[in-house]
């Protein structure tokens, strides 16, 4: 299956900073990715999808201005979590849909960002 | 989407079968049922999806009933690296991913 990464694999900041996650699509090309966010014992919630050249639709409860999502090629899409508070602290997923698209339009997941804002 | 039911949690013997229900009774006649799972601290790993007939991969099977009103997931041989959080989806080939509560399968020796 196709190969989606994400960067860093973890991270640690100070309340108050910003943290910027990355997403890449390796070996495809990703007309939309998709981001959500785990906490812990609990599923994956959507928090907002976005296309390549277009703002990124946000999920009803989520800060748009809190949560930048830049989506600039068809290979990278980026989560900055702006004035992050250790209520931010979860695990960030990222998921890339193909541009080949097809009958399925399969999503390939990336390994996950878990953020620790202290 | 569908709406899926799946139960919390399922313990199996490792090299023994698991068979993983999921109801969707109001799945619409143009969504499939995708099935993905979770090992702990990993992004989603895609195991399998059908439309109407029962599938087979490499990883597991999938048992749709005519209905299409559920489905059963069947790993042939558990691991204990088949532990994780199993999740039933279905959706149209347009939309999105989303995630239900899932059935955490614990393979025991």
């Known amino acids: 299956g196709a190969v989606v990464s994400q960067h860093p694999s973890w991270v640690i900041c100070k309340s108050g900073t910003s943290v910027k996650i990355e997403c890449r699509s390796l070996?495809?090309?990703?007309?939309?990715m998709f981001w959500y966010r785990q906490f812990p014992k609990q599923s994956l919630m959507l928090m907002a999808t976005?296309?390549?050249?277009?703002?990124?639709?946000?999920e009803q409860g989520v800060e748009k201005d809190k949560f930048l999502i830049n989506h600039a090629s068809l290979t990278l899409s980026t989560l900055t979590v702006t004035s992050a508070h250790p209520e931010d602290s979860s695990f960030y997923i990222c998921?890339?849909?193909?541009?080949?698209?097809?009958?399925?339009?399969?999503?390939?997941f990336g390994p996950g960002t878990r953020l620790t804002v202290l | 989407d569908a709406k899926t039911t799946q139960p919390p949690s399922m313990d199996c013997a490792e090299g023994r079968a698991a068979n993983l229900p999921c109801n969707h009774s109001?799945?619409?006649?143009?969504?499939?049922v995708y099935w993905y799972r979770q090992i702990h601290s990993q992004g989603p790993q895609y195991i399998i999806h059908?439309?109407?007939n029962n599938e087979t991969n490499e990883m597991a099977s999938l048992i749709i009933t005519e209905d299409r009103k559920s489905s059963t997931l069947i790993l042939p041989h558990a691991t204990l690296r088949d532990t994780a959080v199993y999740y039933c989806?279905?959706?149209?080939?347009?939309?999105?991913?989303?995630f239900g509560g899932g059935t955490r399968l614990m393979v025991k020796p």
């Open positions: 998921s890339a849909r193909s541009l080949a698209g097809g009958p399925y339009n399969e999503q390939f």
């Open positions: 070996d495809f090309q990703a007309t939309t």
């Open positions: 976005s296309n390549e050249g277009s703002k990124a639709t946000y």
């Open positions: 109001t799945i619409s006649g143009n969504e499939y």
């Open positions: 059908g439309l109407k």
């Open positions: 989806i279905v959706r149209n080939a347009g939309n999105m991913l989303t």
